[in-house]
């Protein structure tokens, strides 16, 4: 089998070079890109990103790629959004105003609410996921985040967090598109793990 | 509760892993790549990574040394020493971090920092505070690597950086630093008492109870370390066990 030929999505935000390591750790050389083409002709894509969900509209609008990224998701083809990636899959933000998402799963993001315990928002550090996936998803991932991922059917929850007593959705999936709240590539072998099953489903 | 991160710290200086006492008075202890990777494997939650001189020496750290580090470590990686530029944090970013630690740069012109948090997004930009305790009981911060006094009250300046938009504030009592004798408790105490961000607390890791302590009464919300790591005192697993017997939370 030739190796799956998996784009990173560069739309501006985030640091995506730990996430080229992760690939590469497994020989897998992910290509780091803007170009519309090069995202549609690839076996899978990832869409990292750390920010807000309205500079990281943004930064997909102006390069002209949200269609492409929709285009992708819908080819049945594998997607993995991570941390502002995975929330702007959803329909809508609401960080800093009301913005709209991607919506290829429909839900909205929304702040963190009040903690009963005062616990810190940002969420940083590490925390475990309950997933119905399988022990490669049931370990502590590394988060760090103020807003969480709140997809409207159950079915599209595929993780569940709790911190400072309050429930969160982690991990999202509806078909072939994942989005987790997490970063795999900083989560240690846990994390490449994920990276390696996303690997396997090309 | 949730989980207490441990996180060691490799203080650079060339080549070489050094270990300061009260910041100063280096020792070669080791290979970074062999450390940081023996740091990874081990269970480390996070790591810091300290050009401790090129401040002092008004030079960027060698992101090429940072990058064969980091290569094959997938935690997160803090980096600071000699950032001063929002290229300079790209190049970081580049080489490996997925934070920039600021102390000197942000102390001469405090709005660095506001201006690293917009570009970067708060969790990247940690406030690192060299804190040296005054003869009134105040805290003052130091610059260049515990060398220069700044004048400005320690505290103080953890306030005002939140408000100029750091992610997580690492601080590090110069007079405890490398001594083992344990973490300056009121120093840790007095800042993460009103900090709505994370508080890493440094300087004087000794013996397992210190951390016990920092975490529990300082309200520490990640402890770093050195000496005990990089002279084997202890593994990332000992500390873990240890504090997990104290029904204190973290990651195993």
Not at chain 2, 32 to 43: F, H, I, N, S
Request: aromatic residues 10%; charged residues 25%; contains cysteine.
């Amino acid at each position: 089998m030739s190796e799956p030929k998996i784009t990173i999505i560069d739309y501006g935000v985030g640091n995506l070079h730990s996430l080229k390591r992760a690939f590469k750790f497994f020989d897998v050389d992910a290509a780091i890109s803007e170009d519309a083409d090069e995202i549609l002709n690839s076996d899978a894509v990832v869409l990292p990103g750390v920010g807000s969900f309205e500079a990281g509209m943004r930064g997909l609008k102006i390069r002209g790629l949200a269609d492409a990224v929709k285009t992708f998701a819908a080819s049945g083809k594998p997607v993995l959004g991570i941390c502002l990636g995975a929330q702007i899959l959803l329909s809508e933000g609401h960080e800093f105003g009301v913005f709209e998402g991607l919506d290829v799963i429909p839900g909205k993001v929304v702040r963190f609410p009040e903690l009963a315990g005062g616990e810190k928002i940002p969420h940083v550090g590490w925390n475990k996921v309950r997933s119905p996936g399988g022990d490669a998803w049931n370990k502590d991932f590394y988060f760090v985040h103020s807003y969480i991922l709140k997809p409207d059917k159950n079915e599209h929850i595929f993780g569940r967090t709790t911190y400072g007593g309050q429930e969160f959705c982690s991990v999202v999936k509806k078909d072939n598109i994942y989005g987790t709240q997490f970063h795999p590539e900083k989560s240690g072998g846990a994390g490449l793990e994920v990276i390696k099953n996303f690997i396997k489903t090309t | 509760m949730k989980n207490i991160r441990v996180i060691p710290r490799l203080d650079i200086k060339g080549p070489n892993v050094v270990k300061p006492v009260h910041t100063e008075a280096l020792r070669v202890v080791g290979n970074p790549k062999e450390l940081a990777k023996r740091y990874y494997e081990e269970g480390a939650d996070e790591l810091i990574y300290l050009d401790i001189v090129a401040s002092l020496y008004q030079r960027n750290l060698d992101f090429d040394l940072l990058k064969s580090v980091t290569e094959n470590i997938f935690i997160p990686v803090t980096v600071g020493g000699g950032i001063r530029t929002i290229h300079d944090i790209n190049n970081a970013l580049r080489s490996g971090a997925d934070k920039v630690a600021i102390n000197t740069y942000a102390v001469r012109r405090p709005k660095f920092l506001s201006e690293a948090s917009r570009e970067f997004g708060s969790q990247c930009v940690v406030l690192y505070i060299e804190a040296k305790k005054q003869k009134d009981g105040s805290y003052e911060a130091y610059t260049d690597g515990g060398r220069e006094h700044s004048g400005i009250d320690a505290v103080e300046w953890a306030r005002r950086a939140i408000d100029l938009g750091v992610g997580e504030i690492l601080v590090t009592s110069v007079d405890r630093d490398g001594t083992r004798r344990g973490y300056d408790l009121d120093l840790i105490k007095r800042i993460s008492a009103f900090s709505p961000v994370p508080v890493i607390a440094h300087g004087g890791a000794g013996d397992l109870e210190f951390l016990d302590k920092v975490i529990m009464d300082g309200k520490a919300d990640a402890v770093s370390a050195s000496s005990i790591f990089h002279y084997g005192d202890f593994k990332i697993g000992d500390v873990k066990n240890y504090l997990k017997a104290k029904n204190i939370n973290v990651r195993t």
